[in-house]
Nanobody
């Protein structure tokens, strides 16, 4: 399976920006749909954004217009550009391979890594 390492998190003020990276091992990264998830303390892990192997994207309503998911298959890397950050965006962010079985929503398929902490606070 693809091994994934998240990076780029940190502490930012409300309204600020961060760019998260997800580095994948292997030369077959390009065939997978990928997603960014986040989990705040005491809350359920949720899908933030997903991108297919062909580059089509989907976003949670809470981040539409603020976050942009992208991928660079030549570098085996996926990104999440986060703008206009809000305190409620504070969470640990994870990347994963995602699948969408017929009749279902995007579902994580790979193993979870350590994630990267994003804290939005003044």
């Amino acid at each position: 399976q693809v091994q994934l390492v998240e990076s780029g998190g940190g502490l930012v003020q409300p309204g600020g920006s961060l760019r998260l990276s997800c580095a994948a091992s292997g030369s077959i990264f390009s065939i997978y749909a990928m997603g960014w998830y986040r989990q705040a303390p005491g809350k359920q892990r949720e899908l933030v954004a997903a991108i297919t192997s062909g580059g089509s994207t989907n976003y949670a309503d809470s981040v539409k217009g603020r976050f942009t998911i992208s991928r660079d298959n030549a570098k085996n890397t996926m990104y999440l550009q986060m703008n206009s950050l809000k305190p409620e965006d504070t969470a640990v962010y994870y990347c994963n391979v995602v699948i969408r079985p017929y009749g279902s929503n995007w579902t994580p398929f790979g193993s979870w890594g350590q994630g990267t902490q994003v804290t939005v606070s003044s």
